[in-house]
């Protein structure tokens, strides 16, 4: 029997999903959106009129994917804002410190 060491103590699926979530919080996000937006989709599909099935598909695969996309964008906006802004900022201001 292999032991498999993991970084994290608990490695049930629910902390896993909440540390990578506190790591990089906008894939919540950008999961939660997904499925507003396809949740919205299916309630409107009775009120479409008279657009096409697959048009209306469509359109509600283009919001959701453009959704996760923004998401996936300003996640990595913020990443990198974090690691090439603050993180420098603060170890000048901890050798200024000394």
Do not use: C
């Amino acid at each position: 029997m292999s032991s498999i060491i993991s970084a994290y103590p608990d490695d049930s699926q629910t902390s896993k999903f909440w540390q990578k979530s506190k790591e990089s919080p906008f894939v919540p996000v950008g999961m939660a959106g997904f499925a507003g937006i396809v949740a919205f989709g299916l309630y409107k599909m009775r009120t479409r009129g008279n657009t096409k099935m697959s048009v209306h598909l469509i359109h509600m695969r283009v919001a959701a994917q453009g959704f996760v996309v923004g998401a996936m964008t300003i996640g990595v906006v913020y990443s990198m804002y974090r690691d090439f802004y603050l993180k420098p900022r603060e170890q000048a201001k901890a050798l200024m410190e000394e």
